[in-house]
């Protein structure tokens, strides 16, 4: 196998996202010591933008750039949170997924000054959270508490809860983990009680297609795990094919004797519909999985209550 003596990495340019790309570097250095990596940190339309996603065109707001550099030739390996990545529609052309790299924590986390859980919140409060995947499950569990536009990464969410934009807030605890702040969260919340977007924690190392030599040196960093439950949930992404303004979360799991499971869920905005479905996949392969849950879903009226929302 021949390995490239340097690899460039473009990410975004957020603290967390520069956070991922070491850990991206130190699991290439112990898997080959002599590679040498350099970081090209762009900035995307997503992340200058803090309205609402959908006056970008909601998908692909995090990424375009970043593909932009990949594809140009300006570096070798995009570094990419999957929930990020828009799965209604294929890869650009000539790039590929090389590795999916070990699960984090895909749970939702609360973050309250006062150290109160979710329950223990007053009528009233605010939460800070652009997200309509959460808003639609506050809603429909928590329908005392409002929730307040906030957009922009955790840091500068974390500047704006201190300044008193918001009474709490609702972060992903795997990114709190990785600007290394995870005592921030006053409860780390169940999926059953908020429901994880798809791709949750799970980090994609992205390659041009005809770079064998870059493949070849990170595809070893991927976890098979990782692959399969990725791979579940962004078909059934792909065959649902959600807008922007679409609540949509669920989440795949490979337990300890192989068997992979998928649970998701459609909600409309206000949380006053909520549609299920949980399939085991036996002998189906993550995709067709991902597709059969898809198909439950759509089956209950998923495609109506989509096309219903505004985007």
Known sequence: MSVPELIRIVSRSSPMALAQVERVRTELAELHPGIRTEVVPVTTSGDR????????????????EVDAALLAGEADLAVHCVKDVPA????????????FLKRDDIRDALIHPGGLTLDELPAGTRIGTSS????????????????????????????KLAAGDADALLLAQS??????????????LPVETMCPPIGAGIL????????????????????????????????????????????IAGYARSERGGDLSLRACVFTPDGKTVLNAHEWAGPLDPATLGTSVAVALLRQGAR????????
């Open 204 to 247: 994609a190392l992205q390659c041009r297609e005809d770079d064998t030599a870059t493949i070849d040196a990170v595809s070893d960093l991927g976890d098979k795990d990782a692959w399969r439950e990725a791979t579940a949930e962004r078909m059934f992404l792909h065959v649902l094919q959600g807008h922007c303004n679409s609540p």
């Open 88 to 99: 209604d529609r294929p890869l650009p052309a000539g790039t590929t997924f090389a590795a």
């Open 49 to 64: 933008w803090m309205g609402d996603l959908a006056a970008l065109g909601g998908k692909g707001a995090f990424t375009k």
């Open 132 to 159: 309509v995947r959460r808003v639609a499950q506050l809603a429909a569990s928590q329908p005392e508490l409002e929730c307040v536009p906030m957009r922009g990464n955790a840091g500068r969410r974390l500047e």
């Open 175 to 188: 990114g709190l983990d990785r600007i290394g702040r995870p005592e921030l969260a006053s409860e780390i």
């Open 304 to 311: 109506e209550l989509i096309d219903g929302i505004a985007h």
